[in-house]
């Protein structure tokens, strides 16, 4: 079985940073390209950052400049580094994560994690 799980997300002022990170885990062998996603009206989830398994980053123009996406492959973990954040970054955002197992590659999602940011 494979778990997605989310942690590092909180209450910050604005300007203030914080570190999402999503960790893959079970019998997996590795991730390929990942994402974060963050929840809007509708439930329905846009892009923040993207990682393909080519390497090249995407930004949401509304990240550019302020927040970063990283992997650890050794850790099997996603990461999003997020700085000088705004009261409009609050909300819930999701890791999905192409996971490479035995029998191929799955995509999966986090559980989602709340960020706060107060003005």
């Known amino acids: 079985q494979v778990h997605l799980v989310e942690s590092g997300g909180g209450l910050a002022q604005a300007g203030g940073s914080l570190r999402l990170s999503c960790a893959a885990s079970g019998s997996i062998f590795g991730i390929n390209g990942a994402g974060w996603y963050r929840e809007i009206s509708g439930n329905q989830r846009e892009l923040v950052a993207g990682?393909?398994?080519?390497?090249?980053?995407y930004y949401a123009d509304s990240a550019k400049g302020r927040f970063t996406i990283s992997r650890d492959d050794a850790k099997n973990t996603l990461y999003l580094q997020m700085n000088n954040l705004k009261p409009e970054d609050t909300g819930v955002y999701y890791c999905?994560?192409?996971?490479?197992?035995?029998?191929?590659?799955?995509?999966?999602w986090g559980q989602g994690t709340q960020v706060t940011v107060s003005s």
């Open positions: 999905n994560v192409d996971v490479l197992m035995g029998s191929g590659t799955a995509n999966y």
């Open positions: 990682l393909p398994t080519d390497g090249i980053t």
